[in-house]
């Protein structure tokens, strides 16, 4: 008897039913991990504040070193120049070996093609001193191009700021021999090839400013039949995590100018996970950072600003 031919299963359309929910995973997913961060920071803050502050009490009373700061801090208030997106290049070279230990799995989803199906999503909140906005706040995402990142200046106003951005991508279970989304339980790995360029600073006169900033993978699935959303991996790293106080700056290695580096890759590469046939499943390929700083009065200062400027070039479901 002859078999009738499998249809073709539609991704998107799929996913039109879980939309909501997979964004609504990924934001969830962002407000826990800056409230974390904002709780973990939350004492040094405070002793870096009160320090600060005790200080500037007593350097007030001179007048002549009153006088001095006065001019340093307000022309750092003008030298804090808001962060500029540059043409996106490649972070390193990607070497044969590692090329081909990428392309070692099946399914790959090139972010410009029709394979499966890409959504961006980006995500940001800031908390100012007085409710204003920062000197700059920004969030991209790209589905066409697979470009993603944010940028972040809080300059004299002060207070901090959270940014997240990112790019999703679509697939189901292959095993070889079977209809997609068929076949027995296995291993999967997402592996991405997304160059980056970054830079950061603190800058500090007795004022304190802190950041961090990471990438991650975030899985989900959903069974074909409906049902609720799970997590099946929830991988994160920071890139860099830096604080000033006193009299500091600290920046990344190129500063002014950015530099470039790739993202989850090599000991950053997200791990194996379990895949199971009948479900559909998205994977967020994105990143994060948060920033706050004391911001300018007439005595003391301290600024922070980060950008990231990511692209996904393309992104491999390896499958086992």
């Known amino acids: 008897m002859k078999s009738k031919p499998t249809k073709a299963i539609n991704l998107p359309k799929l996913y039109g039913a879980t939309r909501k929910e997979a ?34 009490r007593v350097l007030g009373r001179d007048k002549k070193y009153e006088a001095t700061i006065k001019s340093l801090v307000a022309a750092s208030s003008k030298e804090v120049l808001e962060l500029e997106r540059t043409e996106a290049k490649l972070g390193g070279a990607l070497s044969r070996e590692m090329a081909l230990g990428l392309l070692s799995g099946s399914g790959i989803r090139d972010i410009g093609g029709s394979i ?8 940001a909140a800031a908390k100012d001193n007085e409710g204003g906005r920062h000197q700059q706040q920004i ?19 002060g207070g901090s700021a959270y940014c997240g951005a990112g790019v999703e991508v679509l697939f189901m279970r292959d095993a070889p021999g079977s209809p997609p989304g068929q076949g027995p339980a296995g291993l999967a790995q997402i592996r991405t090839f997304t160059p980056y360029g970054y ?14 900033a990471g990438f991650g993978v975030l899985v989900w699935s959903r069974s074909l039949n409906g049902g609720p ?21 600290h920046t990344n290695p190129s500063h ?10 090599f000991g950053d590469q997200a791990p194996y996970f379990p895949i199971n046939p009948g479900r559909i499943y998205g994977a967020w390929i994105w990143c994060f950072g948060s920033g706050d700083a004391h911001g300018a009065d007439v005595t003391s200062a301290g600024f922070a600003q980060a950008l990231i400027d990511a692209t996904a070039r393309w992104i491999v479901i390896g499958q086992q």
């Open 256 to 265: 002014p100018n950015q530099d470039f580096d790739n993202a989850l890759l």
């Open 229 to 249: 959303t799970r997590t099946d991996q929830d991988h994160e790293y920071w890139i860099w995590q830096d604080g000033t106080s006193w009299y500091e700056e």
């Open 116 to 123: 499966g199906g890409v959504v961006g999503v980006t995500m």
């Open 23 to 56: 964004r609504y995973l990924l934001r969830s997913k962002f407000r826990a991990l800056a409230n974390r961060h904002r709780l973990a920071d939350a004492g040094v803050g405070k002793a870096a504040t009160a320090a600060s502050a005790a200080l500037r």
């Open 199 to 212: 830079i950061w600073r603190d800058l500090s006169y007795l004022g304190p400013a802190h950041q961090h």
């Open 139 to 157: 969030v991209f995402s790209n589905k066409s191009t697979g470009r993603f990142g944010f940028g972040y200046t809080i300059g004299k106003e």
